[in-house]
């Protein structure tokens, strides 16, 4: 697992004002917290937030002060428009300990499906996993070039590293083949033949009870 190393200084707790001036001065406000300990307010280095981020790091060195310290990156905010990160939150951790994160599923082959007509739906794109700190892994790869029309992967039958579980169900649908609308595999209506005409009118089929009382009730 790649571990990312970020810059930081401390900072005191304060309001939007001052968030804003950190922002502007290319820093990100940042909490940090765990462990039954007092939670404490770092600012971080945008730029390099953006590129841990960018690998897809959980677990980052903050660099204060030239002292390094592991944490878990656990969330990280967005503006309004998704594009750059206005706060992040950092939480304690032991190496020793197990965490719970979501890990990206990054597919692996193409369903030989899609050559039937098919077209590939992804349910799941993370995947929500229990493991070691120092074992997550930055993506899940997963082949899916078996998976026929009307076939579905679940998450019982992905293969996980060991010592990695997760805390979603067996049946839980990670990705389906379904068919295309008027393509193969799908059932192609009949055509219903024309009524002769016969001056009387067509018998209908399957006429519900309630139509035939309303049709008598009418009549009388």
Request: some cysteine; hydrophobic content about 35%.
């Amino acid at each position: 697992m790649q571990i990312a190393t970020i810059q930081g200084e401390t900072r005191n707790a304060g309001g939007r004002h001052a968030n804003r001036r950190l922002r502007k001065q290319g820093l990100v406000p940042a909490v940090i917290y765990g462990h039954g300990q007092t939670p404490e307010t770092i600012a971080l280095s945008r730029h390099d937030l953006v590129l841990a981020i960018e690998h897809m790091s959980h677990v980052i060195n903050v660099a204060v002060d030239k002292q390094e310290t592991q944490y878990l990156l656990k969330d990280v905010q967005y503006d309004h428009l998704q594009h750059e990160p206005i706060h992040a939150d950092l939480m304690r951790v032991n190496p020793d300990e197990r965490v719970n994160v979501n890990v990206g599923i990054e597919f692996r082959g193409e369903p030989h499906g899609i050559h039937e007509g098919g077209e590939l739906i992804q349910v799941l794109t993370d995947l929500d996993i229990e493991c070691p700190l120092l074992n997550i892994p930055e993506v899940l790869r997963v082949e899916i070039d078996h998976l026929g029309v009307g076939q579905a992967l679940h998450v019982g039958d992905l293969e996980l590293p060991e010592g990695i579980s997760t805390r979603h169900g067996p049946d839980d649908v990670v990705a389906t083949v379904r068919a295309k609308r008027g393509g193969l595999g799908t059932v192609e209506e009949e055509a219903e033949p024309e009524a002769e005409v016969t001056g009387t009118e067509p018998e209908v089929i399957g006429r519900t009870a309630k139509e035939e009382e309303s049709k008598g009730a009418g009549e009388g």
